[in-house]
């Protein structure tokens, strides 16, 4: 039997209906038509599916939808403002930390989760808070010099 829940989106709030077999990634990516999470391994090892809910990242291949009532869930699709580019998703293009893209969205909100709370990360921090989100593209090179400069543009409040 379905269930309805209501939550926030990027800051507005949304009600779906879900059952209890469904995972928060199912509700994003169905009703509310939020294809920008990927799923990839489905499973809590690949990060693809990442979001963050209540300032924590968490796989939303793993999270019951209905946990979800009354909390705030932010996705890919709040980065940026309308057709501009949120300053972590410039840094990715700029440092050409993005070749196929799959990891992309997952990556993205690892990093914001991390610079919320850690606005000047060493390298370590930077590793450390991508451990869970893979990438069989880039070689993470490239994904580590994005963060730090994403985290500089943040600094400037750019
Ligand atoms: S799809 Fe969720 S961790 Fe891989
Ligand atoms: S860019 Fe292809 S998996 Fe990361």
Redesign the pocket.
């Known amino acids: 039997m379905r269930k309805e829940i209501t939550f926030k989106v990027n800051g507005g709030d949304v009600t779906v209906l879900a059952a209890g077999h469904e995972r928060l990634?199912d509700v994003l990516r169905g009703p509310l038509g939020l294809t920008g999470t990927?799923?990839?391994?489905?499973?809590?090892?690949?990060?693809?599916?990442?979001v963050i809910v209540d300032g924590k990242v968490v796989?939303?291949?793993?999270y019951p939808a209905l946990e979800i009532e009354g909390r705030s869930v932010l996705t890919i699709e709040g980065q940026g403002s309308g057709n501009a580019l949120g300053p972590i998703q410039q840094a990715f293009v700029d440092a050409g930390a993005i070749q196929c893209g799959f990891c992309t969205p997952?990556m993205i909100m690892s990093v914001k989760a991390l610079l919320d709370a850690s606005p000047d990360p060493t390298d370590a921090e930077i590793r450390g808070a991508l451990v869970?989100n893979l990438c069989r593209c880039t070689g993470y090179v490239q994904i580590v010099e994005a963060v730090k400069k994403a985290a500089v543009k943040l600094r400037e409040g750019k």
Not at 42 to 50: D, H, I, V
Not at 59 to 62: A, K, T
């Open positions: 990634i990927k799923e990839g391994c489905g499973e809590g090892e690949c990060g693809a599916c990442t796989n939303s291949c793993l997952g869970g």
